[in-house]
Structures are given as structure tokens and as C-alpha cells.
């Protein structure tokens, strides 16, 4: 079985080459909101209905006359923009500001609406119709809105594309990182992903803001985001389904053709009779399974259950950490734009270091071990940055740029310790869940009232949460070079002889090549 699992393993890695356009595809709508922002927060209006000039006095509602004298009542209609390096966003275009800012604000609720919605449907389409279409179906909405939001754009259709962004965003970044995964064997999997989204996802962070710029407008930047994700629809017909989703839905004749084409590709000759050798094993063991199990039948299983909703609090937490650590940030005179590329910029060592930890230490000993290190950090900065301390700007930085690289590292790592630890029947679904639930997170974690009652109040809170999870973690079994379980019952039986206090690092270490051939699969590539 190791023949199909190496082919596999080549047929992944051509796909890096697309995971800057993928992770690119992801952020970018991200990035055109963040760049909306950022224009909102680095532009004066200033008025140009002739009205006169002069200082402005002091508490002057911004939406009124910016240079007025006592004796002008008057009220602009309209503004000139000083815009940052020149680029002109979709808030100066549409004068969305004073009294029509509301529109924005309710164009962000529906961008939310969409992504608790879509998030959810599109990981259940990816465990019913497969990830390679849905993946597809996820760009072309891309693409679609993008060029569409170029050409015509009034408040309905703009609801409606914000809805749609929303709908498919997650989805251009969740089921790719599924397909890598499931394509490559254990030994490969946190060096592949961490890559991927270490490097090429990290230089598309870094870069997008300054195209923006370039561009000069939103218009011509929104153009220029979707011409690379035209190519992604081409992926239905060049990259194969998922051996472990097809195998996992009974679709062995499929299975079968798809392995033939991720073999020709890497120029493999593979005997028929080893196909029908793997085929059968996936059916023996496959007897007693169900055809069609839901993310409902999930929670009948106890340790699955259990699992799912140790996951589900930990990422509860993880948006709480990073607006905590984002305040830290809050310096003024700092463009957003500059911002937004050095919060991009803790990818990469956050990815460096999932690699060197998951694969050393394991995965269940790394998750607790970052999470302790969370607890410590926000503990620490609370003190060191409380009132009393001196917050220069440098320092609040440099604490910023720490805090991130512990979230990103954080996030990274223990998505890919949830999709191994989920059966591939309802990895969708169960991704999709948790990340609507950590979407959710992000919209009510509001630290800035509990600072009213105590400044150090949520360093407080955020510390005995993030151990709390760090002990739950130890309720997880090891998947540490584990074949992937396809089936809720493989799921169920994943580390059942394990105790909390097992850990792989403190086992004998094998070979690469030992550990692959003992842990070969008994249904699934």
C-alpha cells in the first residue's frame, strides 16, 4: 500500500506551486475589507462645498465642516479624501462616511451572515459531493463577485456580494488544507501544510496591501484579485478526488481511477492486482460502517463527542487571545496598511515552529506545551504592561508581535491536530462547525468592558482559560504518524489505549520508513 500512499505524496506536493494563488484566493477578501478599514482610518475628509476655512474647534464632530469658524453652521455634502499613498478605496468612491456609514456596517453584518452560513453548508457539501468541486464552486463565486462588484454597484448589490464573500471565503481556505492533508502520508503531513501556509500564504499577506497601492484603486485591485483564481476551476479536471473521501462514501471504482491518475502523473506502473488487493481491504473493513454518518451521529459517539467539544472550547479561546493581543497593538500614527503586513509576517515563524515541535514532540505534547506558553505570555504582558508600567510604543510592538506568532502557531497547529483526530466522513462538516464557532468567538469576545472593571482583567481571565484548555488537550489521543481514521468507528477507536499522560516524544523513535510500512492503513491511502 505504501506505492499509493508515495504517488499521493508527489501528486500533493504539485500543488504547492498553487497555494499561493489558493491562500491568496483566501485573504483577498479579507484584504479588500481590511483595506476598506484601513481607509476609513487613515483618511480626513475635508470639505469641498466652499464653506470657510479655519482651525477647527475643539470637540467638532468629524462628519461636520473639518475647517469651520464659529460663525458657519453650514454642513458638508461632500469631501475631498486625503488618502494614504494615493489609493482610493470603496468608502471615498461612495462617500460612505457620517451619516451613511451605516451602510457599511450593515454591509459588514451580511459579509458575517454569509460566513456563519456558508461555512457550515460548504463543509457539508464537501463530505457529500467532494472537496475538489466545492473547492471549484468556492473560487468561481470568488471570481464572480469580484468582477461583478467592479461594474455595478449600489447598496442592494452590494448586500449581495458581501453576502457571497462571506458565504464562500472560509471555504476557499478550509477544504484545500483538507485535500493536502488527506493526500499525504503521515511523515508529511505538518512539513506540507506548514509550508504551504507558512510561505506562499505568508507572502501573499505581506505583499497584498502594497498591490493594493499599486493598483490605486479598489476597482483595479479587485480586478487584479481575480485573475489569478480563474485558474482554479481548472482543478476539477486536473487534480483528483480525495482517496480517503471516496473510500470513506463506498465509491471504490472511483477510488480506483483516482489513484491510476495520481500514479500516471508520477510516472508510477501499479499492478492491478494491488488495486484489488486495497479495495477489498477498504470493504472488509468497512463492513460495519456507516454509508452516510452526519456531524449529528458524531455526537453518539462518547470519545468522538468528547473530543469534538475539547475542540470546539479551545477554539473559543483562540479568538479571545488574539483580540487580547491585538490591543497591544493599538499605537497610533502606524499605517494600517504597514500593520497589516506585520501581523502577516508572524506566519512564518509560527510555521517553522509547528514543524519542528509536531514532529518531534507530537502532537498532543506540542498543543499543551504551546498552549502553557500562551498562559505564561498573556500573564506576563498583563504586568509588564499594565498602567503602572511604562507602554512605549517599541515595547508594545514587540509584545504584539510575540502574542501573534503564540496565536498563529497556536491556530495553525491544532487545526491540523483536529483533522487528524476527525473522521474523513465529517471532516467538512466538523471544520466547518468549528470554524463558525471561532467566527462567533471573534464577534463577542468584548475584553474592552471588562478593562473598565479591571485593566488586567482579561490577561486574568485569558490565562486560567488558555490552561484550562492546555489540561483538556491531555484528553486527546496521540496522531503523531497515524493513518487519518475514515470512519466514525476508526475515530472512535484512535488512541483508545492511550492515557492522558501519553506522549510520543517518550516513546522509541522509528525510522520514517518503519513507522509508514507499521502504520500502512487498513482502508484508506
Given at each position: 500500500m505504501r506505492r499509493f500512499q508515495s504517488a499521493a505524496d508527489n501528486h500533493a506536493a504539485s500543488l504547492f506551486s498553487d497555494q499561493f494563488t489558493i491562500g491568496h484566493a483566501y485573504r483577498i477578501a479579507l484584504d479588500n475589507e481590511y483595506c476598506t478599514k484601513a481607509l476609513r482610518l487613515s483618511i480626513t475628509p475635508r470639505c469641498a462645498d466652499g464653506l470657510d476655512s479655519g482651525p477647527p474647534p475643539p470637540n467638532v464632530d468629524?462628519?461636520?465642516?473639518?475647517?469651520?469658524?464659529?460663525?458657519?453652521?453650514?454642513?458638508?455634502?461632500?469631501?475631498?479624501?486625503?488618502?494614504?499613498?494615493?489609493?482610493?478605496?470603496?468608502?471615498?468612491?461612495?462617500?460612505?462616511?457620517c451619516d451613511e456609514k451605516w451602510k457599511l456596517k450593515k454591509g459588514d453584518t451580511m459579509f458575517y451572515t454569509g460566513n456563519i452560513i456558508g461555512t457550515l453548508l460548504m463543509g457539508y457539501l464537501a463530505d457529500r459531493l467532494g472537496r475538489v468541486p466545492i473547492l471549484v464552486f468556492a473560487n468561481v463565486i470568488t471570481i464572480l463577485g469580484n468582477f461583478l462588484t467592479i461594474f455595478g454597484m449600489n447598496?442592494?448589490?452590494?448586500?449581495?456580494f458581501r453576502f457571497l464573500m462571506g458565504f464562500v471565503v472560509n471555504s476557499n481556505f478550509l477544504i484545500i488544507r483538507i485535500l493536502i492533508l488527506e493526500y499525504m502520508r503521515p511523515s508529511l503531513r505538518t512539513v506540507c501544510l506548514n509550508i504551504s501556509y507558512g510561505f506562499f500564504s505568508c507572502l501573499g499577506l505581506v505583499i497584498t496591501p502594497w498591490i493594493a497601492i499599486l493598483t490605486g484603486s479598489w476597482r483595479r485591485f479587485m480586478l487584479?484579485?481575480?485573475?489569478?483564481?480563474?485558474?482554479?476551476?481548472?482543478?476539477?479536471?486536473?487534480?483528483?478526488?480525495?482517496?480517503?473521501?471516496?473510500?470513506?462514501?463506498?465509491?471504490?471504482?472511483?477510488?480506483?481511477?483516482?489513484?491510476?491518475?495520481?500514479?500516471k502523473m508520477n510516472g508510477r506502473q501499479i499492478n492491478d492486482s494491488e488495486f484489488e488487493e486495497f479495495i477489498e481491504d477498504c470493504k472488509l473493513s468497512q463492513q460495519n460502517t456507516k454509508t452516510n454518518p452526519n456531524l449529528l451521529h458524531l455526537f453518539r459517539t462518547p470519545r468522538l463527542r468528547r473530543t469534538f467539544l475539547i475542540i470546539i472550547f479551545e477554539f473559543l479561546v483562540f479568538p479571545f487571545y488574539a483580540n487580547v493581543v491585538a490591543h497591544y497593538m493599538d499605537i497610533p500614527g502606524i499605517s494600517p496598511f504597514v500593520r497589516f503586513s506585520q501581523a502577516a509576517i508572524r506566519n512564518l515563524p509560527a510555521s517553522l515552529a509547528a514543524i519542528i515541535l509536531q514532529d518531534r514532540i507530537g502532537r498532543k505534547a506540542s498543543a499543551f506545551t504551546i498552549l502553557l506558553l500562551m498562559c505564561i505570555f498573556i500573564m506576563v504582558?498583563?504586568?509588564v504592561l499594565s498602567p503602572a508600567a511604562k507602554r512605549s510604543p517599541r515595547v508594545l510592538f514587540t509584545f504584539y508581535i510575540i502574542g501573534g506568532i503564540f496565536y498563529k502557531l497556536g491556530v495553525n497547529s491544532n487545526i491540523q491536530y483536529n483533522l487528524e483526530l476527525i473522521p474523513t466522513c465529517v471532516r467538512g462538516q466538523a471544520l466547518g462547525a468549528i470554524s463558525t464557532i471561532s467566527f462567533a468567538g471573534i464577534l463577542y469576545s468584548?475584553?474592552?468592558?471588562?478593562?473598565?472593571?479591571?485593566?488586567?482583567?482579561?490577561?486574568?481571565?485569558?490565562?486560567?482559560?488558555?490552561?484550562?484548555?492546555?489540561?483538556?488537550?491531555?484528553?486527546?489521543?496521540?496522531?503523531?504518524?497515524?493513518?487519518?481514521?475514515?470512519?466514525?468507528?476508526?475515530?472512535?477507536?484512535?488512541?483508545?489505549?492511550?492515557?492522558?499522560?501519553?506522549?510520543?516524544?517518550?516513546?522509541k523513535r522509528k525510522q520514517p520508513e518503519e513507522l509508514d510500512s507499521s502504520l500502512a492503513p487498513r482502508n484508506g491511502i
Open positions: 468629524k462628519c461636520k465642516p473639518f475647517y469651520s469658524n464659529s460663525s458657519n453652521s453650514g454642513t458638508c455634502n461632500k469631501y475631498h479624501y486625503e488618502s494614504y499613498m494615493g489609493y482610493q478605496g470603496f468608502v471615498s468612491e461612495m462617500n460612505w462616511i447598496l442592494e448589490v452590494f448586500y449581495i487584479l484579485d481575480a485573475l489569478p483564481i480563474i485558474v482554479v476551476p481548472f482543478f476539477y479536471y486536473f487534480v483528483p478526488e480525495s482517496v480517503q473521501w471516496l473510500i470513506s462514501r463506498q465509491k471504490y471504482d472511483k477510488a480506483i481511477e483516482s489513484l491510476r491518475r495520481v500514479a504582558t498583563g504586568v468584548d475584553f474592552a468592558n471588562m478593562r473598565k472593571i479591571f485593566f488586567l482583567l482579561p490577561e486574568i481571565i485569558l490565562g486560567v482559560l488558555t490552561l484550562l484548555v492546555a489540561g483538556l488537550l491531555l484528553l486527546l489521543p496521540e496522531t503523531l504518524n497515524r493513518t487519518l481514521p475514515c470512519s466514525l468507528e476508526d475515530g472512535e477507536q484512535l488512541g483508545i489505549d492511550e492515557h492522558w499522560y501519553t506522549f510520543s516524544c517518550m516513546e
